[in-house]
């Protein structure tokens, strides 16, 4: 995975993720929505082969765009290793 940060101003975050698609980008759109500062989320993945994706994150200006972006990959984290506990603890039960 690269990141190449496109345009990065205090109310707004424009980035590209390559090697990524859905899989990633999706769930971090959620979780950026979580933000009451958040103003826009989207993403777009040009073509399926490309294995790139776009993504913008804008804010009301309260807090930084890169700032909320960093929180929701943190958020992410956290979410996946609380489903690899909770998954391993059900391989254990079954």
Do not use: Q
Not at 31 to 53: K, M, N, Q, W
């Amino acid at each position: 995975m690269n990141i190449n940060i496109i345009k990065n101003t205090s109310r707004e975050l424009e980035l590209e993720i390559e090697g990524e698609g859905h899989t990633l980008c999706n769930p971090l759109r959620e979780i950026l929505f979580e933000d009451a500062h958040l103003t826009f989320a989207g993403y777009s993945v040009p073509h399926p082969l490309t294995r790139s994706a776009r993504f913008i994150v804008r804010t009301d200006g309260k807090v930084k765009a890169i700032n909320s972006f960093k929180k929701a990959a943190k958020k992410l984290i956290e979410r996946t290793e609380e489903l690899r506990t909770e998954f391993k603890k059900a391989l254990k039960a079954a």
